[in-house]
């Protein structure tokens, strides 16, 4: 769907609602679960800890602190120390990197602040393999320092090297809570985002790393993040997973039906949809400024919505996707180079946008990363949170309610989701975990 707001991706203008604060969280869960996405760099849990590799930037410059002065970190967590180790291995840094608009994106976003970059000192939380501190690098940074948690922090250091960077871009085997830097930083840079935008909890780590080390008016890459959602149709979706069962070679197994919609739909799903399974324009569920946001807002997010169905059609869930924003300071324009083959004007889609690179109608506003219906596919897709049982729903039929998203009390990476939605008189509650 397209948005009449300032976003091509579903910007709902100024008629979101907003948000409130819950304090109710499902009970927590008892094991870590296969890390899907993000956070290479640290975990701002107060119970986690330091790692016993951690390196101190003052170790390699020879400007260590006296000892007095030294903090002990927190703890560890089982469940971080699994999470991290999840991001040694090469694969998921291989689809991250091999998703085209998300690194030329990043790529791009450091060029255009290329005069806030040059000379200056950048953190990039969660470095994974380093590129986007050899970005900063060759974007003229004067230092880098590359801070991850996980294993891969051993290759980004040979990576570094191997491009002949080492006396650019320091790599920090480590949380951002254990490794201690020297000196204040003017840029942060990270890709923090993790499905449904707050899944995995990595914003907490970009958020210690600026309250640590940002100076004021310092630059942080992406400077905003929106979470969207929206109803959605799929009925492709439910045939295959559901509808399968009536008949199986002839055999009618529809007593399989329930256990197929629970063990498909309990959790949320992670896929890609077009704008013709979106029901309406979207809403906005959380807006995020790096600059400003602080990590208990994290804890727990509510938001009121209320749509208005442009179709009749059989709605099988809600779907969920962001967009992140990357602008400087107000007072210091952005360099655009050739490279951003975008297009200023109307909030549509159109031919001449290329890939998910977008700019309001300003030409000297920000780009913008979407992860949209209407964008081209990135590995972020989409997330649906599925009914087990579609509703039909009429042209204009209003579907109102609530939606809170919650970290697990036991462990932050998984994202407890609370749907409260009622329509034509009859109201539902939907609540799921994404682990």
């Not at 962001?322 to 107000?330: L, T, Y």
């Not at 939605?421 to 609540?431: I, N």
Request: negative net charge; hydrophobic residues 35%.
């Amino acid at each position: 769907m397209q948005s009449p707001g300032d976003y091509s991706n579903g910007f709902h203008g100024d008629n979101h609602h907003e948000l409130e604060r819950e304090e109710k969280q499902l009970p927590g869960l008892s094991s870590f679960g296969q890390a899907k996405k993000r956070s290479r760099g640290v975990a701002h849990d107060p119970r986690g800890g330091g790692l016993t590799n951690g390196v101190r930037v003052s170790d390699q410059l020879a400007e260590q602190k006296p000892l007095d002065t030294q903090k002990s970190p927190p703890p560890c967590t089982d469940f971080d120390v699994a999470y991290f180790h999840s991001y040694a291995h090469v694969g998921i840094h291989e689809e991250m990197i091999k998703d085209r608009a998300r690194t030329e994106t990043y790529k791009e976003a450091i060029m255009q602040h290329q005069s806030l970059i040059q000379g200056k000192v950048v953190v990039d939380v969660g470095c994974g393999t380093g590129i986007l501190s050899i970005f900063c690098a060759q974007a003229g940074a004067k230092r880098v320092y590359a801070v991850d948690a996980s294993d891969i922090a051993v290759q980004a250091k040979e990576v570094v090297k191997a491009n002949g960077l080492s006396d650019k871009v320091i790599v920090l085997h480590g949380r951002v809570e254990d490794v201690e830097i020297d000196e204040e930083v003017d840029v942060i840079i990270s890709e923090w985002m993790g499905y449904m935008l707050l899944y995995e909890s990595m914003l907490g780590s970009v958020i210690t790393a600026r309250n640590r080390w940002l100076k004021p008016g310092g630059l942080i890459l992406p400077s905003h993040a929106t979470l969207y959602m929206a109803p959605v149709s799929h009925p492709d979706r439910y045939s295959h997973s559901i509808d399968f069962w009536r008949n199986v070679y002839g055999i009618d197994m529809s007593a399989m039906m329930q256990l197929a919609k629970q063990c498909a739909f309990e959790e949320p799903s992670v896929e890609s949809i077009s704008d013709e399974n979106v029901l309406t324009w979207p809403e906005v569920v959380k807006h995020i400024d790096c600059q400003t946001v602080k990590i208990q807002e994290l804890d727990s997010v509510t938001a009121r919505y209320k749509f208005k169905s442009m179709m009749r059609a059989p709605m099988h869930g809600f779907g969920f996707w962001f967009d992140v924003e990357f602008s400087g300071p107000a007072s210091s324009p952005a360099k655009t180079t050739s490279a951003t083959s975008v297009a200023s004007g109307s909030s549509s889609m159109s031919p001449s946008r290329e890939g998910n690179q977008k700019k309001r109608s300003n030409p000297s506003d920000a780009l913008v990363l979407s992860t949209s219906p209407e964008s081209p596919p990135t590995h972020w897709q989409q997330t649906i949170v599925y009914f087990y049982d579609p509703i039909d729903v009429e042209q204009d039929q209003v579907i109102e309610g609530s939606v809170t998203l919650s970290q697990s009390k036991e462990n932050r990476r998984f994202m407890n989701i609370h749907l409260e939605y009622s329509s034509a008189g009859r109201s539902f509650v939907k609540e799921s975990v994404m682990r």
